[in-house]
């Protein structure tokens, strides 16, 4: 896989910032996030809703400090 740089208008990058779901979420998660969503509202527009609907959930878990981080979960599955 190769980087590339992209030029974005300030407002832009700040929607982008409000849409991770964490705070070490790579611009490229969140942009996989947001064309699958994207790709899914046209073709299963109940799956892409309740796809919204888990991620604003998941956003409301995470503001509440209830999440396991990777090292957490690694530690739980013995890797």
Known sequence: MSDTTIRINEDTKYD???FRE????SYDEVLKKV????KTSKSEPKLSKEAIEQIEKARERIKRGNFVTAEEAKKRLGL
Request: charged share 25%; no cysteine; aromatic share 18%.
């Open 16 to 18: 982008l910032d409000t």
């Open 22 to 25: 964490y705070k070490n979420e």
């Open 35 to 38: 064309i699958y969503i994207a």
